[in-house]
Structure formats: C-alpha cells, structure tokens
C-alpha cells in the first residue's frame, strides 16, 4: 500500500485499519530547567532525529508541589486548588503549544500527566511514607486526591486545546506492590477515572500501567483510553494475554526498554518486534514501542540502529 503519513498511521492502528507498518516510537526524559522553548526544542530534536511516529512531551517540569512535604493529615490540606495555566503546568500547556506549532498537524502528539495517586507519593515522600498516611489519614489522602484530580482534569484539557491528540497517562499502584488491591480500587482508581473522563476530547489517550512484578492489571484494563500501554517484556504479561480484554482499543509495546535496545542488539531487537507483532494478529490495534521510557544514557547510536530495524523488517512505510 502507499506510505501513510505519521498521522494516518497511527489514526489506522488505533482503529483497527490496515497500516503500510506499525506505528513505532521510544523516548526518554529530558533537563528542560523549568523552560518551556527548552523543553519543546528537546522534544523536537530528539523525537525528529530519529523520524518517530508520534512526539511525546515528557512530564519534566514537576507538578508545582514540593516533594517529601507531607508529614501529618494537616499538611494534604496545602494541596490547593489550580488553574491550568498555574506554574509548571501553564509551562507544560505553552510547551505543549510550541512542539504542535514546530511539528504541524500531521505529527502525532501525547503528553505524560502523572495519575493523583503517583503526585501524592512524591509529596508524601515515598510508597511507605505514602501508606502510612493511607492508613492513619485517610479523609485527609482523600481530600487531596479530590483537589488533585480537578486540577489534573482541567490541566489535560488545556493540554489537548493547545494541540495534544492524546493524554499518556500514567497510572501507578497497579503494580509493584506498593498499594494493595483494595488500596487501588479506594485511593487511587477513582481519581484516574476523574481525570481520564476529562480527556475525551483526545484521539490517542494511553493508559500507561506502570511497573513490573506484582501486576493487577485487570484493575485498570477497563480504564476509558484509546490505547493500553504495559510493561510486557518485563512483567511477563504478555500482548496476547491482553489483547482479548481490550476490545477496539489498541495495545502498545513490545519492545524491552532495558534489553536489545540499549545493547545495539539487532537481531533480538528484530525477534522481539516480530514476535510482538505476531502476538497482535499481524500487527493490528497495535503499536510498537518499549514498556516504558528507555534510559536516558543509552547510547544514540543503539536508538538509531533500533529505527533501522523498523525499517529493515516493515520498510519506512
């Protein structure tokens, strides 16, 4: 078939159309120093250079709330009400802005917002420093998590109105063992559904399951979102085994972002694609990416190999 451009490519695997390849991305965090033209020009650079299919601006410019800050039930009552242009988020939605400006309308673009519940352990300082305040202060977790949700609800909103296509929304507690199941499903999955419910307004929300052992993935597999993203390679969770849970919705992965792709491996980089699209009938409602970021030292030249394989398997499209 003729070759798509970014836009029709994703478009086509989100939906279930045929695609002239799989749409493939990777990314990693960036030092954008709080500078919005710093933070944009580093997503453009680094997602141009290697011609990926979608640019994803990173969640570098922190929620405006100071880590390790929370000591007592009183303290989660400093967790104020913002508007979205507040601080760190207005720079984010003016980063937002500028990558779509640079990038035009062809070049899909997600942004990474953090889930209430993973904002509230930074400020408590920590998982343990977190569940200790779920236990001994839980209305006042919950106050806080309200106020987090709305501001969080109303940032994504502005994010997509400033040129997003989609919200990365990045969901912890699900794994790792840091919450409980019942810890989830009270403090942590109705806040995300606040948030993600707000986001209709994008074509490309990811719901990202953040984490490796101890998953409880069912707990999010529902969550409204465009696209499901997991960690498959290192949970073990494999695309297959979810991909009769999701319905229309696509599945992104595939790739270990801490094997082949930072050793410059072709050959287990390309069996790990084509085993990924193989689990994906064919590469359907599918889009091949790591389970989450690559780390941020890995070699350029590892990524640019890993691109040429995409193009060595699937052709550029």
Same mark, same amino acid.
């Given at each position: 078939?003729?070759?798509?451009?970014?836009?029709?490519?994703?478009?086509?695997?989100?939906?279930?159309?045929?695609?002239?390849?799989?749409?493939?991305?990777?990314?990693?965090?960036?030092?954008?120093?709080?500078?919005?033209?710093?933070?944009?020009?580093?997503?453009?650079?680094?997602?141009?250079?290697?011609?990926?299919?979608?640019?994803?601006?990173?969640?570098?410019?922190?929620?405006?709330?100071?880590?390790?800050?929370?000591?007592?039930?009183?303290?989660?009552?400093?967790?104020?009400?913002?508007?979205?242009?507040?601080?760190?988020?207005?720079?984010?939605?003016?980063?937002?802005?500028?990558?779509?400006?640079?990038?035009?309308?062809? +070049?899909? @673009?997600?942004?990474?917002?953090?889930? *209430?519940?993973?904002?509230? &352990?930074?400020?408590? #300082? %920590?998982? /343990?420093?977190?569940?200790?305040?779920?236990?001994?202060?839980?209305?006042?977790?919950?106050?806080?998590?309200?106020?987090?949700?709305?501001?969080?609800?109303?940032?994504?909103?502005?994010?997509?109105?400033?040129?997003?296509?989609?919200?990365?929304?990045?969901?912890?507690?699900?794994?790792?063992?840091?919450?409980?199941?019942?810890?989830?499903?009270?403090?942590?999955?109705?806040?995300?559904?606040?948030?993600?419910?707000?986001?209709?307004?994008?074509?490309?929300?990811?719901?990202?399951?953040?984490?490796?052992?101890?998953?409880?993935?069912?707990?999010?597999?529902?969550?409204?979102?465009?696209?499901?993203?997991?960690?498959?390679?290192? +949970?073990? @969770?494999?695309?297959?085994?979810?991909? *009769?849970?999701?319905?229309? &919705?696509?599945?992104? #992965? %595939?790739? /270990?972002?801490?094997?082949?792709?930072?050793?410059?491996?072709?050959?287990?980089?390309?069996?790990?694609?084509?085993?990924?699209?193989?689990?994906?009938?064919?590469?359907?409602?599918?889009?091949?990416?790591?389970?989450?970021?690559?780390?941020?030292?890995?070699?350029?030249?590892?990524?640019?190999?890993?691109?040429?394989?995409?193009?060595?398997?699937?052709?550029?499209?």
């Amino acid at each position: 078939m003729a070759a798509l451009s970014k836009r029709e490519r994703v478009w086509a695997a989100v939906h279930g159309e045929t695609v002239d390849r799989p749409p493939f991305f990777f990314w990693h965090h960036f030092k954008p120093h709080n500078l919005p033209h710093v933070h944009a020009q580093s997503t453009i650079d680094f997602f141009g250079r290697f011609d990926l299919d979608i640019y994803k601006i990173m969640p570098d410019m922190p929620y405006p709330f100071p880590q390790n800050s929370i000591h007592s039930a009183d303290d989660w009552d400093l967790v104020a009400r913002l508007d979205p242009d507040a601080s760190n988020l207005g720079r984010m939605v003016q980063t937002t802005a500028l990558v779509r400006d640079a990038v035009g309308p062809e +070049t899909p @673009v997600v942004v990474t917002v953090y889930s *209430p519940i993973t904002e509230a &352990r930074r400020f408590a #300082g %920590g998982p /343990d420093a977190l569940r200790r305040q779920l236990q001994e202060n839980p209305e006042a977790v919950h106050r806080a998590l309200g106020v987090l949700a709305g501001n969080l609800a109303g940032y994504c909103q502005a994010l997509l109105e400033a040129g997003a296509d989609g919200i990365y929304y990045a969901v912890q507690g699900v794994a790792g063992g840091w919450l409980s199941e019942a810890e989830f499903r009270e403090f942590a999955r109705p806040y995300d559904l606040q948030v993600l419910n707000a986001c209709d307004a994008g074509w490309l929300n990811v719901a990202h399951l953040h984490g490796g052992p101890e998953q409880m993935l069912d707990l999010a597999v529902g969550y409204p979102c465009a696209v499901l993203s997991w960690e498959d390679r290192l +949970t073990g @969770v494999r695309l297959a085994d979810l991909r *009769p849970k999701l319905g229309i &919705r696509a599945a992104m #992965g %595939g790739i /270990d972002e801490r094997g082949p792709i930072t050793r410059g491996d072709a050959a287990a980089l390309a069996a790990e694609m084509r085993d990924a699209v193989e689990q994906t009938d064919g590469g359907r409602h599918f889009i091949l990416a790591p389970g989450c970021s690559v780390p941020d030292d890995t070699d350029e030249a590892h990524l640019r190999l890993a691109r040429k394989t995409v193009d060595d398997l699937f052709g550029r499209g």
